[in-house]
């Protein structure tokens, strides 16, 4: 069948790539790439100083913009709405830099130095190690979270007007904003049940925007880090003199959860809400507790921050001087002392760890729903049963010349399996002295968790009218209200399963495929055609999903090390996996990709054609070791098989360097005088380019 061409716009792409460095001694930081007309570059950026990147890792970004409104620098905007962008950077080292106006800054060739500087405090580490490990930095409606890899998580409130969103590392064209709850600042508000507390409420009146001036910055609701504490904590006493001309603000909410996370993901219906995962560990959604009293010394902090200003209108240092000079001790003491209202709970232990903390709260989690882990008999359960009633005819039971060439079962660890095990039936003479249900959860725990997304879905798992279902009642809390009725999270684990929840209704999931059946299955190679047996081929070489982006509703798109997996989940379910009737639902996209650290992916044609959809995208890899990847691509509808380009590359050339997180700052889509096609039946453009 020949390959017809597409037509694809593919506009200007700009990124942030960090750049760790292994060498000792030597700074890492992050470089500007720029993918346009089928090429990357690398655009120049200038820092007055490296010394805070000398042995420290760039984490994690988050790029902040207005939604629809046009993103303008400060230095022109003399209004008070503030229309600047914020690229915030989490390093290793426990700080947070926050760079305004930063597209302005690197088109400009001005230095992309910090503006303003958080620190993650209580520090993760209190020797001198700087390897504080970022699961997820992201930001809602005011709050920025930052969570380590640790359990311990950081919350800055920020002054910035309502519309602020984070950007994401995807661009799907026509995609509607509801999909991702973001049509809407305040869900609450589109008819459901209102599940805010009274302290939320309280809260969210007291945190809004003030209008923009020089003291009335992004950071002001936050507390600067105190002289005496820059000053005796090893970690912020080594690199602190990095920032020396910037003021360091501390968080405003702490919270340590009992495990780690390596998966970290604001809740969208409620910004002090977050979904964790991480290895061994079930899916969750957890809710912070924000106590009145901490509402009342917020309050009481702006009350005074006000007042003091109108007098003296400079940047406040130190709060405990500023206390120390009317006379108490510390700003805590000052407002439990000399309070401006009624303070709530005075007799509680709140007020003595906002005390002994110099103003961060410590705040508990409680957790509002859970994954119901590794209980369901599902494929590896069947793969290892021993009993011979229990073989069904999807495997063939090994006769007894087999059985007795291999008389020993094969060593499975604990911690671990290949998943090549998986690929043929498993002999286990000796199962019946083994735990196996113990030991198939401990497995099932094992193929963790890579990717999540959380949508909106007007439509249950199989694609038909989404009904609540009232009799699973006793799986649904307080916390999730009919505003959660809508509410999927979509998965993909490391070993080829897509998992679908929907926390509502069930705290299993509502649906469950995993493409190793396909693989796996024992069918008649005649009875399938040859772009079948060819996708079946092509299925079985994909070994570790890695990224998960949803396109639709219904369309998500998978990354492989070796390709893209294009998943239509309504169509898709076990039975069609099963007897290899898949039509629409899966198709896949082969390409060497290598070990993928991170991705950007921009879909630049979407559109419906019968039962399928005509797909042109762009893919833009950061590979293990140094290496970034301009990828282009295609699905059309009559085919279960697209095609990849590697349109250019970019390497590096230091060997103690390597390409890491990647965060999409602009896309610019192409007028129609720059429209080009590329013939994905062609040779494919291959540009070892070598950048630093």
């Known amino acids: 069948m020949g390959l017809r061409r597409v037509k694809v716009m593919v506009g200007t792409i700009t990124l942030a790539v960090s750049t760790p460095c292994n060498a000792k001694g030597k700074p890492s930081g992050y470089r500007l790439v720029q993918y346009a007309d089928g090429g990357l570059s690398v655009i120049s950026h200038f820092k007055e100083h490296n010394r805070a990147d000398i042995d420290v890792y760039v984490q994690a970004f988050c790029y902040l913009k207005p939604r629809n409104r046009a993103v303008v620098p400060s230095c022109i905007n003399d209004g008070l709405v503030d229309s600047s962008d914020y690229m915030i950077l989490a390093k290793s080292s426990g700080f947070i830099e926050i760079i305004q106006d930063f597209q302005f800054k690197s088109q400009q060739g001005l230095a992309l130095d910090p503006c303003f500087v958080l620190r993650c405090s209580p520090e993760d580490n209190v020797d001198l190690r700087c390897d504080s490990m970022v699961a997820g930095l992201q930001y809602k409606e005011g709050l920025l979270y ?18 602020y969103i984070q950007a994401e590392n995807s661009f799907v064209i026509s995609q509607p904003a509801e999909l991702f709850y973001s049509g809407s600042t305040y869900p609450y508000l589109s008819g459901g049940r209102d599940s805010r507390s009274l302290e939320e409420a309280t809260f969210y009146v007291n945190m809004k925007y003030t209008g ?13 880090m105190e002289p005496n504490h820059l ?13 020396k001309d910037v003021t360091i603000f501390k968080p405003s909410i702490f919270v340590e959860l009992d495990q780690g996370v390596t998966t970290f993901r604001i809740n969208p ?33 702006i009350t005074k921050k006000k007042i003091i200003q109108e007098t003296k209108p400079e940047e406040i240092k130190s709060w405990n001087m500023v206390a120390h000079e009317n006379g108490y001790d510390s700003l805590v003491n000052w407002i439990l002392e000399d309070p401006i209202h009624d303070l709530s709970n005075l007799a509680t232990i709140f007020w003595e760890d906002l005390a002994r903390y110099d103003g961060i709260s410590i705040q508990r989690t409680i957790t509002v729903w859970i994954q119901k882990q590794a209980h369901v008999k599902d494929d590896i359960f069947k793969l290892f049963r021993h009993e011979s009633n229990h073989y069904d005819n999807d495997f063939d039971r090994p006769d007894s010349a087999e059985t007795s060439a291999s008389s020993a079962p094969r060593r499975l660890t604990r911690h671990g399996f290949n998943r090549n095990v998986l690929r043929s039936p498993v002999d286990l003479p000796h199962a019946m002295n083994w735990e196996l249900g113990s030991f198939v959860r401990d497995l099932g725990r094992n193929t963790f968790m890579a990717d999540f997304q959380v949508i909106r879905s007007n439509t249950d798992s199989n694609g038909g009218e989404h009904q609540d279902r009232e009799e699973d009642g006793e799986t649904r809390t307080s916390f999730l209200t009919d505003n959660y009725k809508d509410m999927d999270i979509v998965c993909i684990d490391r070993y080829s399963t897509l998992t679908v929840f929907r926390p509502r209704q069930l705290d299993s999931a509502v649906k469950r495929v995993d493409f190793l059946q396909y693989c796996m299955r024992l069918s008649d190679q005649s009875s399938m055609s040859g772009e079948e047996a060819l996708m079946q081929r092509m299925l079985s070489t994909f070994t570790c999903l890695k990224k998960l982006f949803m396109l639709t509703e219904s369309l998500c798109m998978a990354l492989d090390t070796n390709g893209v997996l294009l998943i239509n989940r309504h169509q898709l379910s076990e039975a069609n996996v099963r007897d290899q009737t898949t039509g629409q639902a899966i198709k896949v996209a082969p390409f060497n990709i290598g070990l993928i650290s991170d991705a950007v992916l921009i879909v630049n044609k979407l559109d419906k054609k019968g039962n399928g959809f005509e797909i042109a995208y762009n893919l833009l890899v950061s590979c293990i070791p140094g290496q970034i990847l301009a990828l282009e691509g295609t699905f059309v509808p009559e085919s ?10 970019l390497k590096l050339k230091r060997k103690d360097r390597f390409v ?22 062609g040779p494919s453009i291959t540009k070892r380019t070598k950048w630093e």
């Open 640 to 649: 279960k098989i697209g095609q990849i380009t590697l349109r250019d590359s």
């Open 146 to 163: 930052c969570c380590l890899c640790s359990g311990k998580i950081y919350v800055y409130v920020l002054n910035l007007p309502h519309d």
């Open 231 to 243: 000053r005796v904590s090893p970690a912020i006493f080594l690199f602190g003199h990095c920032y």
């Open 269 to 301: 219906l409620d910004r002090f809400s977050f979904f964790t995962a991480s290895p061994r560990s079930a899916l969750m959604i957890r809710k912070i507790m924000l106590p009145m009293a901490y509402v009342d010394f917020f309050i009481a902090f």
């Open 212 to 224: 923009r001036s020089r003291l009335k910055h992004i950071c002001y609701y936050l507390l600067p």
């Open 660 to 681: 890491d997180r990647i965060c999409l700052v602009s896309y610019e889509p192409s007028r129609g005088d720059r429209k080009r096609s590329f013939d994905m039946s």
